[in-house]
């Protein structure tokens, strides 16, 4: 049996199609199967992150318009125009210099650009000059290779890594709004379920802000490559309950817990370099180049996410940063077992 090429032209053409037209099926069941995904897009719960959904909804809509337009008429001229099986092999007609379809195909791309550009500004302007109402909370977050500090001037809250925020009733706003600083390299802030992307250039300060209208922990990551630990620069922010948020705040303005059964190893910490890098208030640790430590035990995590913050985490961690973090910045200290017992024992007390 002879199969022609005209019988089974359909048949090569069902697979691609059925690929082409499952593409945003898998991504509809994706988003829909984890809409509770910590980093989800499809599910904003501020208002820039919503602002920002509509637009790539719109986007979306305007490519998948022209798709559709040009797959379909791709189909038609395989099907009408394809190789007939009386074929007799002379060149069809060529068609050249036609001014009509030359425009048509440099005007209505010109169009469509202008639209996306105009519907993008129309978003990004949107954001950028929205007032600060009177509750608003304002943070410094600077970056660091590979970690996240966290200053709240008004507050006199100094942190790291986990950022605290109370939630935002759109009756009453309470938005939070963040100026981005570097202290070393590009960094980008995003928390995708809050708000767009946002780098951290170094002397050129940047800001964002999110109103989070729900509360839970929202996860996101640096999201601009900035040294060896990038990806594990994670993006923890916990928005609370108003209440929650300024327990938070009295805690974190607390000095440092002291207590005479760690003194060993709050000693070690004081005469070692840890105090350079390390700040802990009311001591002599008035370092700026790792995270404070004064209220060290109140993170869940610590190096940015990298780790959950346990006992055994923190000794492993000060044994050999590497081990949890290879290339972090904070170097190995060559503590004994018996200092590293003493030191995470004094560190285990800072609540
Ligand atoms: C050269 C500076 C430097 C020295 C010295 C240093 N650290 Fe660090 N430390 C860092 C940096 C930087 C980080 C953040 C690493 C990261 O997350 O990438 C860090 C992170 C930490 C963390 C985790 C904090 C968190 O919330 O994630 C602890 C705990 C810590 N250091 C304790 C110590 C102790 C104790 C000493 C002394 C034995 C010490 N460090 C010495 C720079 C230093
Ligand atoms: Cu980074």
Redesign the pocket.
């Known amino acids: 049996m002879q199969i022609t090429g005209s019988s089974n032209r359909p048949v090569r053409l069902a697979v691609p199609l059925i690929v082409f037209l499952c593409l945003p099926l898998t991504v509809l069941a994706d988003s829909a199967g984890h809409a509770l995904s910590p980093t989800n897009i499809f599910a904003p719960v501020s208002t820039p992150a919503h602002s920002i959904m509509g637009l790539s909804l719109f986007v979306l809509a305007v490519t998948a318009g022209i798709f559709a337009i040009v797959f379909s008429l791709l189909v038609y001229c395989v099907l009408k125009f394809g190789k007939p099986a009386d074929d007799d092999g002379r060149e069809p007609p060529q068609v050249y210099g036609s001014n009509q379809v030359e425009l048509a195909w440099t005007v209505i791309p010109i169009l469509i650009v202008v639209v996306l550009f105009l519907a993008t500004a129309r978003v990004l302007v949107g954001i950028q000059t929205s007032a600060q109402p009177r509750n608003a909370i304002q943070v410094i977050a600077i970056g660091?290779q590979?970690?996240w500090e966290y200053r709240y001037p008004g507050l006199k809250v100094v942190t790291?890594?986990e950022l605290h925020v109370p939630v935002s009733d759109p009756a009453d706003p309470s938005p939070t709004f963040i100026t981005l600083l570097s202290a070393d390299t590009d960094h980008s802030f995003w928390v995708p379920r809050l708000g767009g992307k946002t780098d951290l250039i170094p002397n050129h300060p940047n800001s964002l802000w999110f109103d989070p209208q729900q509360t839970g922990l929202y996860l996101g990551q640096c999201a601009q490559y900035c040294g060896t630990?990038h990806a594990k620069m994670l993006l923890r922010v916990y928005v609370q309950s108003r209440q929650d948020f300024e327990n938070w705040v009295a805690q974190q303005t607390q000095l440092a817990h002291t207590s005479t059964s760690v003194s060993e190893g709050q000693r070690i910490?004081e005469t070692?370099?840890?105090i350079?890098?390390?700040a802990v208030t009311g001591t002599v640790a008035n370092g700026r180049?790792?995270?404070d430590?004064t209220h060290?035990m109140s993170?869940e995590t610590?190096?940015?996410g990298?780790a959950p913050n346990t006992p055994e985490n923190?000794r492993l961690?000060?044994q050999n940063?590497d081990s949890i973090?290879p290339g972090?910045?904070?170097?190995a200290?060559g503590?004994s077992d018996h200092q590293l017992d003493a030191?995470t024992a004094y560190?285990a007390t800072l609540h």
């Open positions: 660091h590979f970690w790291a890594n630990q910490f070692t370099a840890c350079n890098c390390h180049f790792g995270p430590l060290l993170r610590i190096a940015s990298a923190l961690w000060l940063p973090k972090s910045k904070m170097p200290m503590l030191v560190l």
